[in-house]
């Protein structure tokens, strides 16, 4: 997604956990979210601001806020739930 501002690596070591990847149990749904959402043409389905602007500051890609739709939907949840959900917010 070059030309948009992205959020940091999840391959990055960071003091606790080591990477968020380790944190982020394989049976979380955000995995499928992760793969689902960066499969979809999200310029096709009608999606704004897939193409960065030439100017300013850079915009942020519209599949993570897509992903977190798709998280919170998952979880049955309008709001943060527990640790786990923040933590595969944060993944993606």
Same mark, same amino acid.
């Given at each position: #997604?070059?030309? @948009?501002? /992205?959020?940091?690596?999840?391959?990055?070591?960071?003091?606790? *956990? /080591?990477?968020? !990847?380790?944190?982020? !149990? /394989? +049976?979380?749904?955000?995995?499928?979210?992760?793969? @689902?959402? !960066?499969?979809? /043409? $999200?310029?096709?389905? =009608?999606? !704004? =601001?897939?193409? *960065?602007?030439?100017?300013?500051? *850079?915009?942020?890609?519209? +599949? *993570? #806020?897509?992903?977190? %739709? @798709? #998280?919170? %939907?998952?979880?049955? +949840?309008?709001?943060? =739930?527990?640790?786990?959900?923040? $933590?595969?917010? %944060?993944?993606?």
């Amino acid at each position: #997604m070059k030309g @948009f501002a /992205e959020g940091a690596d999840r391959q990055q070591t960071t003091l606790l *956990p /080591e990477c968020l !990847d380790d944190r982020v !149990d /394989e +049976s979380n749904p955000v995995g499928a979210v992760d793969v @689902f959402v !960066d499969a979809l /043409e $999200l310029r096709e389905l =009608g999606f !704004d =601001g897939v193409t *960065p602007a030439a100017t300013g500051r *850079p915009g942020y890609h519209p +599949s *993570p #806020m897509l992903k977190l %739709i @798709f #998280m919170a %939907i998952s979880t049955g +949840s309008n709001r943060a =739930g527990g640790w786990s959900v923040k $933590l595969a917010a %944060i993944w993606k």
